[in-house]
């Protein structure tokens, strides 16, 4: 009983708007709570779906289902995969799905995982953050994960704001972009290992060469102490 506006092909925006709401009843399914799926469609349709009928939703709920079970991943018990799921549809939210979600508390939480680290601190940097991150003054190795310290994601998100694409060693552009961003690795000049700290006050956001230069190159210590210099909020530690 799809009228056809509620029918029309959904925005990228819609889409993101349903697999996000999916990802984050899955989350709660899986964490034992219960889901009230009919409660969530209605919320959906008065807001980012606003237009939307009550069947489309569902519908595309069980899109979700479908693209979600062919990558091999879970998905929700209470939504069947659809059959015929087009294939710009099945762009779209496989897109979706890759997207990182909104910023939740746990984006906020240091670790020593370098996969997870990442992943916060790429999500954390869609927005500008107003307020330096104070960081770590005393990051802790952990036993398990060989030897990594743990860290502040907000600390790397901020770093590479500030840098805005450019490399702070050389000052060219990032020499390529990684998920739409500039690629730009964050350096503590003062290493972790010879107690560093994981705060602004101690990290560059580099280019791979001038990164590997502060590791391995003749030069380093001049190189490092020329950071200094150029980057202001830097403190010798
Ligand atoms: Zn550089
Ligand atoms: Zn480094």
């Known amino acids: 009983m799809d009228t056809e506006k509620s029918n029309g092909d959904w925005s990228e925006v819609e889409i993101q708007a349903a697999v996000d709401a999916y990802l984050s009843m899955l ?8 889901i009230n799926k009919a409660h969530e469609n209605r919320v959906l349709r008065e807001g980012a779906l606003a237009g939307r009928t009550k069947g489309s939703v569902e519908f595309r709920m069980q899109n979700i289902s479908t693209v979600l079970v ?7 018990e209470g939504y069947k995969p659809a059959k015929n799921v087009g294939a710009n549809v099945a ?20 670790t020593a995982d370098e996969a997870t680290l990442e992943q ?6 869609r ?6 991150p104070k960081g770590i003054e005393k990051p802790e190795q952990t ?14 998100a901020w770093v590479r704001q500030q840098a805005e694409g450019k490399c702070e060693g050389c000052g060219k ?30 990290a560059v956001a580099l280019c791979p060469n001038c990164h590997r230069r502060c590791h391995h190159s003749s030069d380093r210590e001049e190189f490092t102490a020329s ?3 150029k980057v202001k909020r830097l403190k010798p530690e």
Not at 70 to 76: A, P, V
Not at 127 to 132: A, H, S
């Open 27 to 34: 989350s709660r399914e899986q964490n034992g709570q219960a």
């Open 70 to 76: 062919e990558l091999g991943r879970e998905r929700i």
């Open 91 to 110: 762009k779209s939210i496989r897109e979706a799905l890759n997207a990182p979600g909104p910023v939740t508390p746990e984006d906020f939480v240091p």
């Open 120 to 125: 916060r601190a790429a999500k954390l940097e």
């Open 127 to 132: 927005q500008p953050i107003k307020v330096e």
């Open 143 to 156: 036993q398990s994960s060989g030897k990594s310290y743990v860290r502040d994601p907000e600390v790397r």
């Open 173 to 202: 552009p990032a020499p390529f972009e990684k998920s739409g961003r500039p690629f730009l690795e964050v350096h503590h000049v003062k290493h972790l290992a010879q107690e560093g700290s994981d705060r602004p006050s101690n």
């Open 227 to 229: 950071l200094y210099t």
